[in-house]
Structures are given as structure tokens and as C-alpha cells.
């Protein structure tokens, strides 16, 4: 995996020494944080007898009821595996009760490759570009067609039919609960969901935050992927819903000045594909279709749950539950967000 990693940030600091001991696979010769990870936060532990891993544990601080379920993202991952080798490969994982470092965690292996942030950071041409968005369409499409009352593990994620109306209820109620002295009024926006929810259009497989910060590159070919990262909202769930949360992080070249600066990934690059090319292809290969109206409840849906997922991060920021100035910007974020989704709806 390229190397992003920098010092680790003094509040998100932990006993190694503790680490190194309870892991028992020698000595740990340096802990580097990378500097994603608004959500739980990410180390890489520099072996000194290799190979390097990566370790994931939640932030300080009070969180949502059910986030952050270090456990949870272990045993999803962990029983992906033999069906979707994109997966890393688990090491280990500790609950709060026993862990080195008072909070869950897990250890995985660290990929080799490369990472699409905000920029390639290597050199792509138009048509690798273009390539790596065909790849990436494959492999979510793959990751939908998993048959997962087949895996042992997985079932039990699969709640059943109503899968978008618990959706919008549990995002709904998350931003009820995450409210500052800024946060607008999301009524007109959330009842429209509400009102204008479909119904399940099947059960698969979901990541939930699908994006190009969370894919991995082979080091020899950056048009294929290797590696999917960040299990955290993974489940069981409708796939579409899958496709509207990759949407909301889709931005393209001709958006609107803050969407252009919001964006966490490549997707203006020369080569890529606009949010229309993705959802086609999405469709014809799982042999869909939907109408207009459909595809904006899920472009809307994707928008609203980002918007609330930034504004859980500002609350711990606005209440000084952390520290980190990279989160000041998410409070204007959710503003826009909001506008955003309200002008896709009433123009």
C-alpha cells in the first residue's frame, strides 16, 4: 500500500508496548497514523520482522449506538474472505474488556498497493482512468451477486424485507440525535424520503460506503482492484441503496464549486466516468432498470446519509470531543449537503 501515513496525532496515541505484547508477532518498530479515517481511526504498526499491518480502532469520545463496532467489521471481513478476495486477510481482534488499549480493536494485513484519494498521485491516462471505473463497477456488482445465506457469518446480518424504510428511520433518528445550534431544517427532506420510499429492490451483500479512498490498486496495474477497505456500515441489505451512498461521493467535473472542493476522490480526472455512466453500467450488468424518479430517491438517500454521517463527526468536534481541525470543515459540509439534496428534489 503506498505509504500515507504521518506521526501519530497525540490524542489518538496508545501503549504500544501493550500492543506489541498482546499481538505476539515481535517487536513493533514504529505506529503510524494515516490521515483518513473521520470515522474510526487507522495505524499502520511498522514491523520489525515484517510484514507491516494495519490497525483499526474507534475514536475517544461518546458515539452513535451501534458505530464504531470494531468486532462487528472483523467478523464481516473475516467471513468475506473466501468468496471475495478483496478482503484483507484478518489477524486479530480484541473486545474493550480485553483490549491493550481500553477500546476494541482489530489487526489485519497490510495490501500493497496504491490508493485513489482526492488525486491519482501516479500517473493515469484517460483510458486507464476510464478502465479503473469499469473495474470498479465490476467489483461492487461482484460483491451484490454474493450468495450470502451461503457464507456462514453473513446470514445473520440479513434482517429481512424493509431494509430502506429501517434506513431511513435509523438515519432520521442518528440526525435527530447528532442535532448542533447550526444544524438546518431537514423536514421537507427526510418526509420526502419517507413518503417516496420504494420497496426493497433485493437483498444482497452491501458495503455502504463504497468509494475510491477505500479501494486498493495493484502496485503493477492501476486498473484493477485488489483490495476494499473500510467495512464499518457493511450488511446485508437492498443493493440499490449500495449504489445511491457510492453516488453521493461521485463528484464530477462540472459540479459546483463546493462540491468540487468536498470531494475525497479522482472523479474529476480526464477518463472518468460521470455519475449517469456509472449508474448505466451498474444497471446493464445486473440487468436493471429504473426510472428517473427512482434514481433520485437513491441519489438523494446517498446525500442525506453522508450529510448525517458529517454531521456526527462535527458534533464531536463542536463539542470538543476531539481536537482535529481536519473536522472543522464538516459543519458547512452538512449545510450543503442540505441544499444540495433539496434542490435535486424541489428544484
Known amino acids: 500500500m503506498t505509504d500515507e501515513s504521518r506521526p501519530v496525532r497525540d490524542e489518538d496515541a496508545f501503549d504500544v508496548p501493550a500492543v506489541e505484547a498482546w499481538l505476539s508477532r515481535g517487536p513493533i518498530a514504529e505506529v503510524r497514523q494515516f490521515p483518513g479515517g473521520a470515522s474510526n481511526l487507522t495505524y499502520l504498526l511498522v514491523m520489525a520482522d515484517g510484514p507491516d499491518l494495519i490497525l483499526r480502532r474507534p475514536p475517544a469520545g461518546t458515539k452513535a449506538r451501534g458505530a464504531h463496532d470494531m468486532g462487528r467489521e472483523f467478523r464481516i471481513q473475516d467471513a468475506l474472505k473466501p468468496v471475495f478476495p478483496q478482503v484483507p486477510t484478518m489477524v486479530a481482534y480484541a473486545s474493550a474488556e480485553e483490549s491493550p488499549v ?92 419517507d413518503q417516496n ?56 467535473a462540472d459540479d459546483d464549486e463546493f462540491f468540487l472542493a468536498f470531494r475525497r476522490q479522482p472523479t474529476t480526472e480526464p477518463g472518468m466516468w460521470t455519475r449517469q455512466q456509472l449508474v448505466d453500467a451498474y444497471l446493464d450488468r445486473r440487468g436493471l432498470t429504473l426510472s428517473a424518479d427512482e434514481l433520485r430517491f437513491y441519489e438523494v438517500y446517498g446525500l442525506f446519509r453522508l450529510a448525517v454521517i458529517a454531521q456526527q463527526i462535527w ?33
Open 102 to 193: 481500553g477500546s476494541e480493536l482489530y489487526v489485519m494485513e497490510r495490501l500493497d498497493g496504491s490508493i485513489p484519494r482526492r488525486d491519482f498521485g501516479f500517473a493515469m491516462t484517460p483510458e486507464q482512468t476510464s478502465a479503473l471505473c469499469d473495474a470498479a463497477v465490476d467489483t461492487l456488482v461482484a460483491l451484490h451477486a454474493i450468495d450470502v445465506s451461503a457464507v456462514a457469518g453473513l446470514a445473520a446480518l440479513d434482517k429481512g424485507q424493509g431494509y430502506v424504510a429501517r434506513q431511513i428511520g435509523g438515519w432520521t433518528t442518528r440526525l435527530a440525535n447528532a442535532r448542533t445550534d447550526d444544524t438546518g431544517d431537514w423536514s421537507d427532506i427526510t418526509g420526502w424520503l
Open 197 to 252: 420510499q420504494p420497496a426493497d429492490a433485493g437483498s444482497a451483500m452491501i458495503h455502504n460506503d463504497f468509494r475510491f479512498d477505500n479501494l486498493v490498486l495493484a502496485p503493477d496495474d492501476p486498473t484493477r482492484v485488489i483490495g476494499v477497505l473500510d467495512w464499518e456500515l457493511a450488511t446485508v441489505g437492498d443493493p440499490l441503496m449500495d449504489l445511491g451512498c457510492a453516488l453521493a461521493y461521485w463528484v464530477q
Open 315 to 347: 458534533y464531536r468536534y463542536a463539542t470538543g470531543q476531539t481536537t482535529n481541525r481536519a473536522y472543522a470543515v464538516f459543519g458547512p459540509a452538512v449545510g450543503y449537503l442540505e441544499a444540495r439534496c433539496r434542490r435535486i428534489l424541489f428544484g
